[in-house]
């Protein structure tokens, strides 16, 4: 075989190693450029968070309202029960008095 491009076996060598060196050159990671918008994403996603969490705190503070609503009507309640005892006790012992009171009076 006749070499028309007169390459000698050092040459081929030198090709062969340069080729070699391209194709690791492919695998190699490429230095990143810096994104324009990392600093906006980055503030979006924070006032994202900011209202997912201030949606939380109003909704759980909205139940903390409304247990405390139930929580006042309950001892309302129990206050309104008391007074009504407390009245018919004094209602009762009034027609006790008043009874004696006639009892008394009766056989004087």
Same mark, same amino acid.
């Given at each position: 075989?006749?070499?028309?491009?007169?390459?000698?076996?050092?040459?081929?060598?030198?090709? /062969?190693?340069? =080729?070699?060196?391209?194709?690791?050159?492919?695998?190699? +990671?490429? +230095?990143?450029?810096?994104? +324009?918008?990392?600093?906006?994403?980055?503030?979006?996603?924070?006032?994202? @968070?900011?209202?997912?969490?201030?949606?939380?705190?109003?909704?759980?503070?909205?139940?903390?309202?409304?247990?405390?609503?139930?929580?006042? =009507?309950?001892? /309302?309640?129990?206050?309104?029960?008391?007074?009504? @005892?407390?009245?018919?006790?004094?209602?009762?012992?009034?027609?006790?008095?008043? =009874?004696?009171?006639?009892?008394?009076?009766?056989?004087?």
């Amino acid at each position: 075989m006749k070499d028309t491009l007169k390459t000698g076996f050092a040459d081929r060598l030198t090709a /062969a190693a340069e =080729a070699k060196k391209a194709q690791l050159a492919k695998f190699q +990671p490429k +230095p990143m450029a810096p994104d +324009p918008a990392f600093e906006e994403r980055i503030a979006r996603r924070e006032a994202e @968070r900011e209202a997912v969490r201030a949606e939380r705190a109003a909704a759980k503070e909205a139940i903390r309202q409304a247990a405390l609503a139930a929580a006042e =009507a309950i001892e /309302a309640a129990k206050r309104g029960e008391r007074k009504e @005892r407390k009245a018919l006790s004094k209602a009762e012992a009034k027609a006790k008095r008043d =009874a004696r009171y006639a009892a008394r009076k009766a056989r004087h």
